[in-house]
C-alpha cells in the first residue's frame, strides 16, 4: 500500500507542482496545506506515514510544525523541503530527528530516493547541501553519547562546573559527577577533572544541536 503523505508550502506553485509529480507517480497525497498551522492540523487529524514541509511558512514553521509533531509524540515522518542552505537550520533538523531535507532546487529528481529511504527507517539528506556546508561526520565515539551525557559535554565545554550543569539539567551534583564518568569511560579520557573539557572544546563543532 502506497505510504499516506500530507505536503505544506505556502508557494502555491510548488505546492501544486510537488503534489501533482506525487499523484503522477502514484503516491498517495492525503492532504496539501498552504501555511504550518494547517500542516499541523492536517498531520494530528491524519496521522500520516510522511509529512513533507517547507521550513518557511506562515504562522508556523517547519521547524515549528516538527517540534510540536514531537512533543506530542506524533510518528509520521517529517522531511524538510527547502531553499534554506542553513548550517543551523541543518542541526536542528538533525536534533528534531527529522528524516530528510531536500533542496527544493532538486525536488523532483530526489524526493522519491528521499520518500523511499524513509520507508526503511533511513534518513536521506541532500547531497548537494552535505557537500554546501562542509559537515563533518560525528566522531563514532560521541554517538556512544546519549543524550543527556551529550548535554553534560556541550556544558562542560562551556566551562561549567557540575554544580552549575546539575541546576541546567535539574538534578543533583552527584547525578552529573556519574554522567561524566560515564563520558570518561565511553571517549577513553583520564580521570583528570579538565580531561572532558579539553576533549569536548576539541569537538565543540559536533555540540551545537544539543540545549
Given at each position: 500500500m502506497s505510504p499516506t503523505i500530507v505536503i505544506a508550502d505556502d508557494?502555491?506553485?510548488?505546492?501544486?507542482?510537488?503534489?501533482?509529480?506525487?499523484?503522477?507517480?502514484?503516491?498517495?497525497?492525503?492532504?496539501?496545506?498552504?501555511?504550518?498551522?494547517?500542516a499541523f492540523t492536517f498531520i494530528k487529524?491524519?496521522?500520516?506515514?510522511?509529512a513533507i514541509l517547507d521550513i518557511q511558512m506562515p504562522i508556523l514553521t517547519g521547524i515549528e510544525v516538527a517540534?510540536?509533531?514531537?512533543?506530542?509524540?506524533?510518528?509520521?515522518?517529517?522531511?524538510?523541503?527547502?531553499?534554506?542552505k542553513s548550517e543551523q537550520i541543518y542541526l536542528k533538523a538533525k536534533s528534531l530527528g527529522i528524516y530528510g531535507y531536500i533542496?527544493?532546487?532538486?525536488?523532483?529528481?530526489?524526493?522519491?530516493?528521499?520518500?523511499?529511504?524513509?520507508?526503511?527507517e533511513r534518513?536521506?539528506?541532500?547531497?548537494?547541501?552535505?557537500e554546501y556546508l562542509e559537515i563533518k561526520e560525528t566522531?563514532?565515539?560521541?554517538?556512544?553519547?546519549?543524550?543527556?551525557?551529550?548535554?553534560?559535554?556541550?556544558?562542560s565545554a562551556e566551562n561549567?562546573?557540575?554544580k552549575e550543569i546539575s541546576v541546567v539539567l535539574e538534578c543533583s551534583d552527584r547525578t552529573i559527577e556519574k554522567?561524566?564518568?560515564?563520558?570518561?569511560?565511553?571517549?577513553?579520557?583520564s580521570s583528570k577533572s579538565n580531561s572532558i573539557i579539553l576533549y569536548a572544546k576539541e569537538h565543540e563543532a559536533f555540540l551545537s544541536s544539543y540545549t
Open positions: 508557494h502555491p506553485l510548488i505546492l501544486k507542482g510537488l503534489s501533482d509529480f506525487l499523484i503522477e507517480k502514484e503516491f498517495n497525497i492525503i492532504a496539501s496545506a498552504k501555511n504550518g498551522k494547517e487529524a491524519h496521522r500520516p506515514d510522511i517540534e510540536k509533531c514531537k512533543a506530542e509524540g506524533l510518528e509520521t515522518k517529517i522531511i524538510f523541503i527547502t531553499f534554506e533542496l527544493k532546487e532538486f525536488a523532483i529528481a530526489e524526493v522519491e530516493t528521499c520518500i523511499a529511504s524513509v520507508l526503511q534518513s536521506y539528506f541532500s547531497a548537494e547541501l552535505i566522531p563514532d565515539e560521541l554517538k556512544m553519547l546519549t543524550d543527556t551525557e551529550m548535554k553534560v559535554f556541550k556544558l561549567k562546573t557540575a554522567h561524566k564518568s560515564h563520558i570518561r569511560a565511553k571517549l577513553n579520557l
